[in-house]
């Protein structure tokens, strides 16, 4: 017959023992036992509406399956970025999505990330290091289709601005390079000026002004990088009384730009879907965690938006 003690001692090392195991066990997937994936992310300017709008799904997605984010805003700056992905490196996550500043002065924080062997989606934007999957849309055809509706408006002859992003970034390389294409194939039309807005909608304005007052009603039409220049051209050209000799056009579909479509003072945008970039970019990070076939490029198509289907894009 076992003592009282023996009992109760035998009962305590079975008790540490299943203690001791649960412990070791992952009570999700994470990599390294850790309870769940932990994603960095680095977003390009939460100042600019259209990147919010895909960190906002990135987020959405991230809950959805149990992810856990630290996002960070890059400021513009890609200096900042690389810091930022170092510091990821540091953390241990699991991976990092980036939305590049820049196509080569972000590329360092590809590279860095490679090196330590932590896995970086590019989203949105590009680097010219090549990370392990990129999620965003193709610029050039954003651009192409933006100067080809210009074209068909104006019957192929006319003048044209364009007001860049921030240069060298890898969505105005792109925007430009698609719209020169079609410039290309319409000698008649003729690109008067072009300078970078930034991005931003109120140095889209000033600029537009400066052209209203340099070139007057000479010009036909603006293309601008994305729709935050765009509505800035528009009320730019809406206060010179010019808004409807000079058509515009831009990219992003935001919610501001799909009502000016829609009252017809933007004439049209370019459809960038932010919630399948955003969510793609999760469902790679989660796949190359888990070790899983996932796609290293995935390629949103973008669609143009005018009065005649904006209310297919309106929620």
């Not at 330590?116 to 090549?130: D, E, M």
Request: charged content about 20%.
């Amino acid at each position: 017959m076992k003592s009282a003690s023996s009992s109760i001692l035998q009962a305590t090392i079975l008790f540490l023992g299943l203690y001791l195991s649960g412990c070791n066990q992952s009570g999700g997937d994470g990599a390294g036992g850790k309870d769940k994936i932990v994603v960095g992310v680095s977003m390009l300017s939460m100042q600019n509406e259209f990147i919010v709008n895909v960190a906002d799904e990135i987020e959405k997605k991230a809950e959805e399956m149990g992810v856990e984010l630290i996002t960070v805003d890059a400021e513009r700056s890609p200096l900042k970025q690389i810091e930022q992905v170092e510091s990821f490196i540091a953390q241990d996550v699991d991976v990092i999505i980036m939305n590049p500043c820049e196509v080569e002065a972000s590329s360092p924080a590809v590279t860095k990330a490679l090196a330590a062997k932590v896995p970086i989606i590019n989203v949105n934007s590009a680097t010219s290091s090549n990370p392990t999957a990129f999620v965003g849309s193709d610029d050039v055809e954003s651009g192409r289709i933006a100067m080809e509706y210009i074209a068909k408006r104006l019957g192929g002859k006319g003048n044209v601005i364009m007001i860049h992003g921030y240069m060298g970034q890898a969505a105005q390389l792109q925007r430009e390079q698609g719209a020169r294409e079609v410039l290309k194939k319409y000698p008649g039309l003729k690109l008067i000026a072009h300078q970078s807005g930034e991005w931003d909608r109120a140095k889209a304005m000033s600029l537009t002004e400066n052209w209203i007052q340099s070139y007057g009603g000479q010009i036909n039409a603006i293309f601008a990088h994305n729709d935050e220049m765009g509505m800035g051209a528009v009320k730019a050209l809406s206060d010179a009384g010019m808004k409807d000799k000079v058509v515009v056009v831009s990219v992003d579909a935001i919610p501001d730009a799909l009502q000016a479509v829609q009252k017809g003072t933007l004439d049209a945008t370019v459809f960038q879907n932010a919630e399948q970039q955003g969510s793609k970019a999760i469902e790679t990070a989660v796949k190359i965690v888990k070790g899983q076939p996932f796609d290293a490029q995935t390629l949103v198509p973008f669609q143009l938006v005018t009065k005649e289907n904006v209310g297919q894009y309106i929620k």
